[in-house]
């Protein structure tokens, strides 16, 4: 499809336990953001990718969480020694260009539920 | 650090009635989007402001960006069950990341 595609859409782990989750922007976006979204919350920023630049990771909510985007395309997030608080939809977005009037195209989620 | 407050945060009225939902913010911002969430999916915009007093209009959504560039209205008549959703508005400055707000739930009922 020619949308953001995320993976997977739900995942139900044990406190403790890491987890990566997948963002596959659209093709052509050089610009790369995650955030996160608790219930009732809007959401949070957490970090951002533009091109071969040194990613923004002024959002990320401690050293646990880190993000890597490979050959400026596909990004992980990995959540390392999950806790129950880190349960949340985390939303994966990309734009042409980093200029905040462009419009961020955002896939659906992944699902996070930390048991 | 910016900030955008939404209000109200959840809305529930009846088909066919009008409302507005506000998005304020002590900060200036060079653009405001808003965006529509539905369950289980991500944001899709809705529309794009950058001038001061502009108003965009979206077949029954009206936009309206504040002559400061510090506040927004959404504004939607005779709403429709299907315009149920969160609502939420994003600032930017320059090449800065967006900021959202937490988001206005709409709720239209039958």
């Known amino acids: 499809g020619a949308g953001v595609s995320q993976s997977p859409s739900n995942k139900v782990t044990e406190k403790g336990k890491d987890v990566e989750l997948r963002c596959d922007p659209i093709s052509g976006h050089t610009a790369l953001y995650w955030y996160r979204q608790s219930l009732g919350q809007g959401l949070e920023f957490l970090i951002y990718f533009q091109g071969n630049s040194a990613p923004d990771k002024s959002g990320l909510p401690s050293d646990r969480f880190s993000a890597e985007r490979t050959g400026g395309s596909v990004s992980t997030l990995t959540i390392q020694r999950t806790q129950q608080e880190d349960s949340a939809v985390y939303l994966c977005?990309?734009?042409?260009?980093?200029?905040?009037?462009?419009?961020?195209?955002f896939g659906d989620g992944t699902r996070l539920s930390i048991l | 650090t910016q900030l955008l407050e939404q209000s109200p945060q959840f809305l529930s009225i009846q088909e066919g009635e009008n409302l507005t939902v506000y998005c304020n913010s002590s900060s200036v911002f060079s653009s405001l989007q808003w965006y529509r969430q539905e369950p289980g999916e991500g944001p899709v915009l809705l529309v794009t402001?950058?001038?001061?007093?502009e108003v965009k209009k979206l077949k029954r959504l009206t936009f309206q960006f504040g002559d400061a560039r510090k506040d927004s209205s959404l504004h939607i008549t005779a709403a429709q069950t299907g315009d149920t959703g969160l609502y939420l508005c994003a600032g930017g400055a320059g090449y800065s990341t967006l900021t959202f707000g937490k988001g206005t739930m709409l709720l239209v009922s039958p």
């Open positions: 977005a990309s734009s042409l260009s980093p200029y905040s009037n462009q419009p961020q195209h």
């Open positions: 402001v950058v001038t001061g007093g």
